[in-house]
């Protein structure tokens, strides 16, 4: 399995980003796929993930009102839509997925298969 992040960047606070990440290497088929972050000093926390099968997505509180999770899966992508972004947004953002559909209603970082993780920097 290979996923590519990308689409991360410097964004004043009220701003919007959108992440994407390519998945390959399987049809992720009943996968869990999510997104993470991970800000200096800190532990790597669930931000958004959605059921690749099923569509059913789930949110950390700090996400909820203002990201989006979504998937094409004719094109194997996943996104995340970012709305009203704040500078404690700013991170590494990484794209998860794992075999077992079921892991991302866990919301830790327990998922089997990572992306490089992209740049999201939000100024004050």
């Known amino acids: 399995v290979q996923l590519v992040e990308s689409g991360g960047g410097l964004v004043q606070a009220g701003g919007s980003l959108r992440l994407s990440c390519g998945a390959s290497g399987r049809t992720f088929s009943h996968y869990a796929m999510g997104w993470f972050r991970q800000a200096p000093g800190k532990k790597r926390e669930f931000v958004a993930g959605?059921?690749?099968?099923?569509?059913?997505?789930y949110y950390a509180d700090s996400a909820k009102g203002r990201f989006t999770i979504s998937r094409d899966i004719a094109n194997y992508t996943l996104f995340l839509q970012m709305n009203h972004l704040k500078p404690e947004d700013t991170a590494v953002y990484y794209c998860a997925a794992d075999p077992l559909e079921e892991v991302v209603a866990i919301r830790d970082p327990i998922f089997d298969y990572w992306g490089q993780g992209t740049q999201v920097t939000v100024s004050s």
């Open positions: 959605i059921t690749w099968t099923g569509g059913n997505t």
